[in-house]
């Protein structure tokens, strides 16, 4: 009865054992975290590529812009000439003084506008990289949640 006892007992235990897990761990399913590490991944890169074309388009702006304030200080000192001509001449002189003040005028305008444009596009910039940002951490936070279900 002792010897049956104890293949009992023996039997008992070995079934909690297994049932237990104690045989060493099943590996974690972490499907659902690289899941998410690659929906972070496409995120981000759609996030970063619409920066990039926004700081390409402000860095366009900003060229545009510098060149038509350069376009403009040359009107604005060809205007100066002439007037102080069209002080000591006649009216064709005092014509194109008027036309090199409208045309420096028009250009500074021009100018101001990029001004403008360049301010929107620096401001659209920092908002799509701001959200390129937070899509990197979104990454760097699902990496991690990946690295620590397959610990």
């Known amino acids: 009865m002792s010897s049956t006892r104890s293949a009992l007992i023996a039997l008992t ?17 972490c499907d659902q975290q690289q899941n998410a590490v ?3 991944e496409k995120t981000f890169t759609e996030a970063d590529t619409t920066a990039k074309t ?19 200080d040359k ?17 064709a ?9 409208a045309h420096s005028t028009r250009l500074l305008a021009t100018a ?8 929107q596009a620096r401001e659209d910039a920092e908002k799509v990289r701001g959200k390129a940002t ?6 760097t936070d ?7 279900c397959r610990k």
């Open 13 to 29: 235990l070995g079934a909690a054992l297994l049932t237990a897990g104690c045989g060493g761990a099943a590996p974690a399913n």
């Open 38 to 40: 690659a929906a972070a």
């Open 54 to 72: 926004a700081e390409g388009k402000l860095a366009e702006i900003n060229k545009a812009k510098d060149a038509a304030n350069a376009e403009a």
């Open 75 to 91: 009107a604005v000192e060809a205007a100066k000439v002439a007037r102080a001509k069209s002080e000591k001449g006649g009216a």
């Open 93 to 101: 002189q005092h014509a194109e003084a008027a036309s090199a003040s």
């Open 112 to 119: 101001t506008g990029l001004i403008a444009d360049a301010a």
């Open 134 to 139: 937070e899509a990197n951490q979104a990454v």
């Open 142 to 148: 699902a990496k991690q949640k990946l690295a620590d």
